[in-house]
């Protein structure tokens, strides 16, 4: 069905009254701006599958702002379609102020001033909203702006100004975010400024109760949040965004605070090892799952639709991926708030929750291999090597041991093991080279080749492994066998220590 049809279908439906659920469970939560904070943009988004619209304090006034919250009312009034207004907090974050003309072009090897005094027209000074920024970086520093994706190197700092030349150039739009390498540009204050605290009275008076803090670094920030609202008698709903090597410190009790939280993958990845942030989003969804909070999985999931109609495979994938860890919503940053197609953006998000949600059965938790095999499925068909490997897994995972030497004609013994993801090395030996290439494709599995067939006994490997010091002595390791001469197939398996 072509968009317009599907948005036809949902706002007659809806303006009917009838009861109708979307066709999708995960939430959808959009960040709203110039792109996106017309009222028919809005409506046409809500159609599309937005559950959530978020404003993001850090960028325009209050009265856009106040604006933004009116037409989105509207939007779902005229829908007929609920909608949840989320406002981001600041935090302590160091932006660049707003520039004369955007986006700034920034070209590899010019050299840019950063000041700290108001702006001027000269396009090549950049305002920052920070007066001790000067103070926070020295010559040779780096400076990340807009979530790493521009690099500047510091040559000269003076009193309220710094120089520096691009490392890597491209646009820069106003108020982007500033980060210093070694995880620094968050002013060292509390995670809930004195900005926050107003930002919570504008969000309170506008009848809004739900709060996104930024730069969260321990439970004590949202109590900060709590009693400043309770003071006007309100009580408030928290997202704790997880965007800083401190949260991932403290997350147990700040999981136990917060109402929801935040996987805010744009500052998490030049705060802390961007190659950690998977691991880290499957962590922090998993947790926030045991307690029963919802999980919001941002930044960057659609980010190609900001300018092409059209999502790129991997980010589809990012997409369905954290649909499978258990995210609770997907959100929208950059796509939806200054991109060209907010409201397909919106539309393929929803196709794509869809399509995995209705698999996750299929491919989610619970569908390794090994939950197959333990499961007992296809028992009919299980073989000996099948046995051997499930045992193999069952004394590395029992016995703590980090090596499996697997003698091999087809490699069939080693892929065997290696389909369970096992910890330790998988060390196969054959003499035949076109396996030994193959196994190249396998995980974990280091190939030897071997000369003769009589470095198939176990003595020969065991001597190999012992003289190649890649094994110390005193190490357990799981030895596979049947290969020797006169065998066939894999169908046992000994235990024994290097001697
Ligand atoms: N209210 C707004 N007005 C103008 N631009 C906005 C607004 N909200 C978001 N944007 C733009 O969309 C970008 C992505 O949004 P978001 O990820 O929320 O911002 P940031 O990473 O800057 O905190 C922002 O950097 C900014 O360029
Ligand atoms: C969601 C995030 O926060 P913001 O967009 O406000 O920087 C993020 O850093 O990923
Ligand atoms: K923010
Ligand atoms: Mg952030």
Same mark, same amino acid.
């Given at each position: 069905m072509m968009l317009e049809e599907v948005l036809q279908r949902i706002s007659e439906q809806a303006k009917r009254k009838r009861m109708s659920l979307p066709d999708h469970k995960t939430k959808i939560v959009c960040t709203i701006g110039p792109a996106s904070r017309s009222r028919e943009t809005l409506s046409r988004m809500l159609l599309a599958g937005m559950n959530v619209a978020r404003l993001?304090?850090?960028? &325009?006034s209050f009265d856009e702002h106040r604006e933004n919250i009116r037409n989105i009312r509207t939007a779902a009034e005229d829908t007929g379609l609920p909608v949840t207004i989320l406002l981001d907090l600041p935090g302590p974050k160091i932006r660049i102020g707003d520039l004369? *003309?955007? =986006?700034l072009e920034l070209h590899k090897g010019e050299t840019v001033t950063l000041t700290t005094t108001p702006a001027s027209s000269d396009p090549s000074r950049i305002p920052v909203d920070f007066d001790q920024f000067p103070q926070l970086v020295s010559e040779g520093s780096t400076i990340f702006l807009n979530d790493g994706f521009l690099q500047l190197q510091v040559d000269e700092v003076a009193e309220n100004e710094v120089r520096a030349t691009v490392v890597i150039g491209g646009p820069l739009l106003s108020r982007k975010g500033m980060s210093l390498v070694g995880? &620094?540009?968050? !002013? +060292?204050?509390?995670? !809930?400024t004195d900005r926050d605290l107003e930002c919570i009275e504008f969000g309170l008076a506008e009848g809004l109760d739900t709060f996104s803090i930024s730069f @969260?670094?321990? +439970?004590e920030d949202i109590l900060k949040a709590r009693e400043y609202a309770a003071r006007s008698g309100k009580s408030i709903k928290v997202i704790a965004k997880i965007e800083r090597q401190e949260a991932l410190a403290n997350l147990d009790e700040i999981l136990r605070e917060t109402d929801g939280v935040m996987i805010a993958r744009g500052d998490l990845g030049v705060q802390t090892p961007i190659e950690e942030v998977p691991a880290v989003q499957k962590r922090i969804i998993q947790k926030a799952n045991i307690l029963g909070r919802p999980a919001i999985t941002a930044t960057q $999931?659609? $980010?190609?639709m900001t300018d092409n109609i059209r999502p790129t495979r991997a980010e589809v994938t990012d997409v369905a991926n954290a649909i499978l860890d258990g995210t609770d919503a997907v959100m929208l940053s950059e796509e939806t708030? @200054?991109? /060209?197609y907010p409201v397909e953006t919106v539309a393929m998000m929803a196709k794509i929750a869809r399509s995995t949600e209705e698999k996750r059965s299929l491919v989610? +938790? &619970?569908?390794?291999p090994l939950d197959y095999f333990r499961r007992g499925k296809g028992r009919e068909e299980i073989t000996v090597n099948d046995v051997v490997s499930l045992n193999v897994i069952e004394a590395l995972d029992a016995l703590g041991i980090h090596y499996v030497l697997t003698p091999t004609r087809s490699g069939s013994t080693p892929r065997n093991i290696s389909r369970f993801k096992p910890g330790a090395w998988i060390l196969a030996f054959t003499r035949n080279p076109s396996t030994f290439k193959f196994l +190249?494709?396998? *995980?974990g599995v280091s190939p030897f080749l071997i000369r003769s067939? /009589?470095? *198939?006994w176990h003595g020969a490997i065991l001597d190999s492994i012992r003289d190649s010091g890649l094994i110390s002595p005193g190490e357990r390791v799981v030895l596979t066998e049947g !290969?020797? =001469? &006169?065998r066939e197939g894999t169908d046992s398996l000994i235990i024994l220590t290097v001697d």
């Open positions: 993001n304090l850090s960028h &325009g004369a *003309y955007e =986006p995880g &620094g540009g968050i !002013v +060292a204050l509390s995670a !809930v @969260i670094e321990r +439970a $999931m659609l $980010m190609s708030s @200054i991109g /060209k989610g +938790a &619970g569908c390794s +190249a494709f396998s *995980y067939e /009589k470095e *198939y !290969v020797s =001469p &006169g």
